[in-house]
């Protein structure tokens, strides 16, 4: 199939806000996002430069007028800051921006920056979701990875979160850590569900390029778990989950009923986001644009009244359907092809031709009832799956 004969996207669905937090107490040894260590006090003029570029961009033609339905503050640790100054910076937003009177409002935090007293502050300025990068339940692994908190803060965090009045909160779990054997992720896992969290989310540990970790793997000094046990973690995790109820919708999510993360569902679907902050990513009216990461110089952009944007990129109609069918196939439920003929005018049989003919054949990908998704056998290996449809 030619790219020439897709019409652009068409999709009309309200749009997901992401205000980036680039700062953390220190940098873990595996992390490869933009986040920068400050040890104590965040630079107080970053919310500064995030509200005002709020400002800016809110008038701006492509996003005036436009409706909201999420607003997710992430970083680095958002929580880095005081309550007040980032209930100050939400509440900036949402008198900006059109964001729904009922919208999914997230803040990532890390244990040891969060108590009921801040946790409160974030309720009272609406947000209703908190995301709490607790890892693992092991002093040992915490260790093993940098993180900074400990397993009695872990708890306690989730304790301060339901007395503030969170009823939607979110566990992040590793797994695949260095020295991490079946027992140990069993443990962490029985600890969260212990907890009843809303939402799971469960990632297998990643060694990136750049990062400490990938510097001590190449010096094999780091003692990672065999492709046979991540399996097994892999197996034991989903088993656990379901048998306690909930249910997985994406490949490393799980939830309660009603209580899929309504944000990173915008971006499975491929849908619009305007991102605010260093290092922050929008796509809007497939143009896809990036602020650059540096904290200093995105603030300092902002105050001369320049855009901090680092590139901008047109995405071409077969870009953003191949974008959409890669994001949608992240979902256990796929995604519908007569919607994806409704955005682009094409379907993925006509468009992938003997590629997807070829995973179907191999049981990798099926469509059932107008729906393309991945089979179970698929889920271990999903990225080489969607590798062969980029």
Request: charged share 20%; net charge negative; hydrophobic share 45%.
């Amino acid at each position: 199939m030619s790219d020439s004969s897709l019409h652009p996207d068409r999709s009309e669905s309200p749009a997901g806000l992401y205000v980036h937090i680039p700062f953390c107490v220190a940098k873990c040894g595996y992390c490869s996002f933009a986040s920068y260590p400050c040890g104590g006090a965040p630079p107080a003029g970053y919310l500064d430069a995030v509200r005002q570029e709020a400002e800016t961009l809110a008038r701006h033609p492509l996003v005036r007028g436009r409706a909201f339905a999420t607003l997710f503050v992430g970083g680095g640790t958002p929580t880095i800051y005081g309550g007040e100054e980032l209930a100050g910076m939400i509440r900036h937003c949402r008198g900006l921006f059109d964001l729904a009177p009922d919208a999914e409002v997230t803040v990532e935090a890390n244990p040891n920056t969060v108590d009921e007293a801040k946790l409160a502050d974030l309720r009272r300025a609406g947000v209703n979701r908190l995301s709490i990068g607790v890892q693992a339940f092991s002093d040992r692994l915490l260790g093993q990875i940098e993180r900074r908190h400990t397993v009695a803060q872990a708890l306690a965090a989730v304790r301060a979160a339901r007395a503030a009045g969170f009823a939607n909160v979110n566990l992040d779990l590793i797994y695949g850590l260095p020295t991490q054997g079946i027992d140990d992720w069993r443990e962490t896992l029985a600890q969260a569900l212990d907890l009843s969290p809303e939402h799971l989310a469960l990632y297998a540990l990643s060694v990136e390029e750049g990062t400490p970790f990938s510097r001590r793997e190449a010096r094999g000094e780091l003692a990672l778990p065999d492709e046979e046990t991540l399996l097994a973690m892999e197996e034991s995790a989903y088993l656990a989950l379901a048998g306690a109820g909930y249910e997985r919708y994406e490949i490393s999510n799980f939830a309660r009923s009603g209580l899929r993360s309504r944000h990173n569902g915008n971006y499975w679907r491929n849908g619009a986001y305007l991102g605010l902050g260093a290092a922050a990513v929008s796509c809007l009216d497939h143009l896809r644009f990036r602020a650059v990461a540096e904290p200093d110089r995105f603030a300092a952009l902002v105050a001369e009244g320049r855009q901090p944007w680092l590139d901008l990129e047109g995405l071409s109609p077969a870009a953003a359907f191949r974008e959409t069918v890669i994001m949608g196939l992240r979902l256990l439920a796929g995604i519908a092809v007569d919607e994806l003929e409704a955005r682009f005018g094409v379907t993925p049989q006509a468009y992938y031709g003997s590629v997807l003919d070829r995973l179907m054949d191999q049981g990798l990908v099926a469509i059932t009832d107008g729906r393309l998704y991945l089979t179970p056998r698929a889920l271990p290996v999903a990225n080489q799956v969607l590798a062969e449809l980029v």
